[in-house]
Each structure stands twice: as C-alpha cells, then as structure tokens.
C-alpha cells in the first residue's frame, strides 16, 4: 500500500513545510479553532475534516499565563499568508485520507537529508485524533534513521495511545514532548499516568523570566546546530516566550 510517485503523495498529503527557523522539513495543521479552514474548504471543494485547529490550545489561548495566549502561529507573520492557510487546511484535510500516512512515507523519505535526518512535527496545529498519533509512530517505526520531534497539548490522546500499547515503547527516535499549559511552570505533570508513561515521554514549557535552556538566541532565533527538541534524553526543553 506504498505510494509510488511524489505527485500521488502531494496530492493526498499537500506539501511539506520547511521553517526558516529550523533544521529540515516539518508538517503543520491549522492552529487555534483554525477559522479559515471551513470556508477554504468550500472554496476548494475539500470535504470539512470532522476536527481541525488546536483542541487544547484554543482553549488556552483564551487565557493570559498559557503558551497559547500569544501563539507565534496563530495567524501572524508568515502564518497570515494565504498561501499558507491553504497549505494547513490542505494538511488538516489530508491526516483524515486512509492512505495519508503513505503519502507521508514518501514524502517524509525522499526530502529528508541524511546528513541532518530531523523531522518536525505540528510546527502549528496539534494532534487532532487517536489514529494522527498512531500514523505518526508508524512512520517512526519506518523511517528509523529520521529523528521525529512532536509537541503537543493533546494529553489525553497521547495517553489513550500509549495505554493502549502496554508495554510497547515508542521508537527510541520519536520525541513526544508534552508541552506545559502555563508559562513559567517548567513542571509538567503528565496527569493520572504519570508512573505508566512518564519515561516514555519528555515535555516543554515557556519562559518569559530569562531561564529558558533553549539556545536559538545564540543562532538568530534558529536551532544553529542544536537537535535537542529531537532528543529522547533530553527530557525538558525551556523555550524563550516568542
């Protein structure tokens, strides 16, 4: 059930992303309640997928102290381009395809540099289903010689998977990084599994007091050389509020 061409790929999946901030290729979805999708849809004669925006984050991003009051990509600088909310909504379609995960396969597979085999995850947007989750560590599964770094709010998504795998870990080079819903709390709790999931897992949360570990300031707000969102021994990342 490979896809053998990258145009058959696009045309399931859209294309991916390639952030100027960072190293590689990413996939994003629309961020907050994502209140361009529906109209874009019709626009375009694309089914309206059953869920798209951030579930969690729109929710935080309603109250000041979160990550998400201010999202950097809540339609603003490149985020505002249409160009690039057709692309999101293109992908928030797509994650719904049966042979979306294919596509990515592809996709994921071809562009990515060997040299420097990082993928990002949702550099907007968050987990919108079970089955998103699920697709995502089966690439992991594939393509074992690219990194995956995923953030994300969707807790309980990723609790229902990782309950459901047992004691199946994840692919040692899948970072889940469970990021924190207040600013300045750089203790994530993972809630009721904690003991179940927790050395499966890593997290994240935001810094507007100067205490952030995240080094981009030394690259120009880039990653520079720095892969440690990537890394599963990593277990907490300090990001700078953007």
Request: aromatic share 10%; hydrophobic share 30%.
């Amino acid at each position: 059930m490979f896809i053998r061409t990258l145009k058959e790929a696009k045309e399931i999946a859209g294309n991916l992303g390639q952030p100027d901030k960072m190293p590689q290729w990413a996939y994003g979805l629309p961020a907050n309640e994502g209140s361009y999708v529906e109209g874009i849809c019709k626009e375009r004669g694309w089914p309206v997928p059953p869920k798209y925006g951030c579930g969690v984050g729109s929710m935080l991003s309603k109250h000041s102290g979160t990550p998400c009051f201010n999202c950097y990509a809540d339609e603003r600088g490149n985020y505002s381009y249409p160009s690039v909310h057709v692309n999101r909504t293109k992908h928030a379609v797509a994650v719904y395809h049966p042979m979306w995960k294919y596509a990515m396969h592809k996709l994921i597979g071809h562009y990515v540099d060997p040299s420097d085999p990082h993928f990002r995850w949702l550099d907007s947007g968050d987990l919108v289903n079970e089955q998103m989750l699920l697709d995502i560590i089966w690439l992991a599964e594939q393509l074992p010689r690219i990194k995956f770094w995923l953030p994300t709010q969707e807790r309980k998504i990723v609790w229902t998977v990782l309950h459901n795998r047992g004691h199946i870990p994840l692919p040692s080079n899948l970072c889940i990084r469970i990021s924190s819903t207040k600013l300045n709390n750089h203790y994530v709790p993972i809630g009721d599994y904690f003991l179940t999931v927790r050395g499966k897992l890593c997290s994240s949360s935001v810094s507007t007091v100067g205490d952030h570990d995240c080094p981009s300031e030394q690259y120009n707000n880039t990653c520079g050389p720095c892969r440690l969102c990537w890394d599963t021994s990593h277990l907490h990342t300090i990001y700078k509020e953007h």
